[in-house]
C-alpha cells in the first residue's frame, strides 16, 4: 500500500527513514497545496506533480494540519474516495482536546481499566 505524509519536518523526515515519502508543511497554505496536489492533482506554481502521487492510499497527516484543513479535509473524507486520511499526534503530542487512541478503544469497547 502506498503512503504519504504531510506534516512538520521532523516527523517527515522518521517517516522518509521508513521508506514514507512526504511534504513539510509549517503553514495552513503550504498544507493545504500539498493535500489539493495530492487529492485533486492540482499544481500550485512552481510545484511539480510526480506520476506516482496519483497512486497513494493512504494519507497521513499530523493533527495540526488536520485542522488547518477544516472542512476541506472533512468533504474529502466523505467522498470516500482515495487517499484515505490518518490523523496522527504531532512531534510536540496529541493536540489538547483531542482523544488518543487508547482512550478511543477504551470508549469503542466500554473497558475502562
Known amino acids: 500500500m502506498e503512503y504519504y505524509f504531510i506534516g512538520d519536518a521532523e516527523l517527515l ?3 522518509r527513514f ?6 513539510a508543511a509549517n503553514t495552513p497554505e ?3 497545496s500539498a493535500f489539493r496536489r495530492l487529492t485533486r492533482g492540482e499544481v500550485a506554481e512552481g ?3 510526480l506520476p506516482q502521487e496519483s497512486n497513494y492510499k493512504v494519507l497521513i ?3 495540526e494540519v488536520a485542522a488547518w484543513l477544516g472542512n476541506e479535509l472533512i ?4 467522498s470516500g474516495k ?3 486520511v490518518v490523523e496522527i499526534p504531532g512531534i510536540l503530542g496529541p493536540m489538547e ?7 478511543a478503544i477504551r470508549e469503542a469497547i466500554g473497558i475502562h481499566i
Open 47 to 49: 510545484a511539480v506533480l
Open 97 to 103: 482536546g483531542r482523544k488518543t487512541l487508547i482512550d
Open 18 to 23: 521508513i521508506g514514507i515519502e512526504g511534504t
Open 82 to 84: 482515495y487517499p484515505l
Open 30 to 32: 503550504e498544507a493545504l
Open 13 to 15: 523526515t522518521a517517516f
Open 75 to 78: 468533504d474529502w473524507q466523505l
Open 61 to 63: 497527516l499530523t493533527e
